[in-house]
C-alpha cells in the first residue's frame, strides 16, 4: 500500500496524510512506518516540514528557537552583499533580500543536489532584526518570519514594507549560514 504526506507549499508544513492519492493537493510518498507514527501519535505531524531539493522532497524534524540556545553566543550580524549581475546564489545559505526596487523583504534559498541533514536549521519561526548600519542598539524593525518558507527552493517576500536606506540584519543564529543581500537595481 501507498502513503502520502499533505503540504503547504507556502511553508511546507504537513497538512495530512492518507492511503489515497489526491492529485490535486501537493503531497510526497511516504514509508508506511512514517505513516503509522503520525497517525498514532507517536510523533505529531505538526513538529515536521516537507524539504524540497533539486532530487527529492523528504519530511525532516522542526526545531524549536530555544533548542540548544546561548543568547551570549547566538546574536550575530548578517553578512551584507549587494547584488549584481550574474550573481549566483550560494548552495544551502538562507538569504534576506531587501528589495529596495519592489520595497519589500525577501527571503530564499538554493537547497543542493547532494542529500543533507537541513533539519537543524529549520525552526518554526525566526526574529530578525533591522538595525541602523552596523548599530544593534537602534532597533528599526522586526519580522518575523516562517522559516519554513525557505524550504521550497523559491524566492518569497517575508515582509511588505520595506527600507530603502542601509541598514544592518541581526538575528539569534545557531547552525544557519545568512546573507543580507542588497538588491537596488533591475537586471
Known amino acids: 500500500m501507498t502513503y502520502y504526506a499533505y503540504y503547504n507549499p507556502e511553508n511546507m508544513k504537513i497538512t495530512g496524510l492518507s492511503n489515497s492519492l489526491d492529485t490535486?493537493?501537493?503531497?510526497?510518498?511516504?514509508?508506511?512506518?512514517?505513516y503509522v507514527e503520525f497517525v498514532t501519535g507517536k510523533k505529531n505531524m505538526r513538529s515536521y516540514r516537507v524539504i524540497s531539493t533539486p532530487t527529492n522532497k523528504r519530511i525532516i524534524p522542526k526545531k524549536t528557537d530555544d533548542d540548544n540556545?546561548?543568547?551570549?553566543?547566538?546574536?550575530?550580524?548578517?553578512?551584507?552583499?549587494?547584488e549584481y549581475n550574474g550573481f549566483a546564489f550560494k548552495e544551502n545559505t538562507l538569504y534576506v533580500i531587501q528589495d529596495k526596487i519592489s520595497k519589500c523583504w525577501k527571503g530564499k534559498l538554493i537547497p543542493n543536489g547532494i542529500e543533507v541533514n537541513l533539519s537543524h536549521l529549520f525552526i518554526d519561526s525566526k526574529n530578525l532584526y533591522i538595525t541602523e548600519v552596523n548599530n544593534p542598539n537602534i532597533l528599526l524593525q522586526t519580522i518575523n518570519t516562517d522559516m519554513g518558507k525557505f524550504l521550497s527552493g523559491e524566492e518569497f517576500?517575508?515582509?511588505?514594507?520595506?527600507?530603502?536606506?542601509?541598514?544592518?540584519?541581526?538575528?539569534?543564529?545557531?547552525?544557519?549560514?545568512?546573507?543580507?543581500?542588497?538588491?537596488?537595481?533591475?537586471d
Open 69 to 82: 540556545f546561548d543568547i551570549g553566543k547566538s546574536v550575530h550580524e548578517f553578512k551584507k552583499i549587494k
Open 157 to 186: 517576500v517575508m515582509f511588505d514594507k520595506g527600507i530603502d536606506r542601509d541598514v544592518s540584519l541581526y538575528a539569534q543564529i545557531q547552525h544557519e549560514e545568512f546573507v543580507h543581500l542588497v538588491r537596488d537595481h533591475e
Open 24 to 34: 490535486a493537493r501537493h503531497h510526497i510518498e511516504i514509508d508506511e512506518e512514517t
